[in-house]
């Protein structure tokens, strides 16, 4: 099984069935867990780089998502990232790497194929740019 997983939470409505997810698969490995929330921003030319959410709502989301694992007995890790709007799935990817996880785990906004295709999935994304297993929560 999976010894380690990264886990990859925002405020859709996914998170809690990704979170669900990791539960099961670390439980089932005895496995450790890294939640990672993206605090993204937007570029504002000169005006500087602008934040989506505040640090506090970005630690909130990640803290919640780890509390419901560390209560269920795994061993669990947590980060907020910064990153560039757009960025996202070049982001979890590097902290995958950075974390030596052996899955990523994350959920899909379930956009239809064809928005999927116009505006790019992170899933997809990832999927793409990680050089390990990635489980897409829908």
């Given at each position: 099984m999976y010894g380690k997983l990264l886990v990859a939470v925002d405020k859709s409505d996914a998170a809690g069935r990704v979170i669900d997810a990791a539960?099961?698969?670390?439980?089932?490995?005895?496995?450790?867990?890294w939640v990672l929330h993206l605090r993204e921003q937007e570029f504002m030319g000169r005006g500087g780089f602008y934040p989506i959410e505040s640090e506090a709502e970005a630690h909130l989301v990640v803290e919640r998502a780890a509390?419901?694992?560390?209560?269920?007995?795994?061993?669990?890790?947590?980060?907020?990232?910064?990153?560039?709007?757009?960025?996202?799935?070049?982001?979890?990817?590097?902290?995958?790497?950075?974390?030596?996880?052996?899955?990523?785990?994350?959920?899909?906004?379930?956009?239809?194929?064809?928005?999927?295709?116009?505006l790019g999935s992170t899933a997809h994304k990832v999927i793409h740019l990680s050089d390990r297993p990635v489980l897409v929560v829908r």
């Open positions: 539960r099961e698969m670390a439980s089932l490995s005895d496995g450790e867990v509390q419901q694992l560390d209560d269920a007995g795994i061993k669990t890790h947590y980060e907020v990232r910064n990153t560039i709007s757009g960025q996202a799935a070049r982001e979890i990817a590097s902290a995958a790497r950075a974390h030596d996880a052996d899955i990523i785990v994350m959920g899909s906004r379930g956009r239809s194929d064809l928005t999927g295709l116009v």
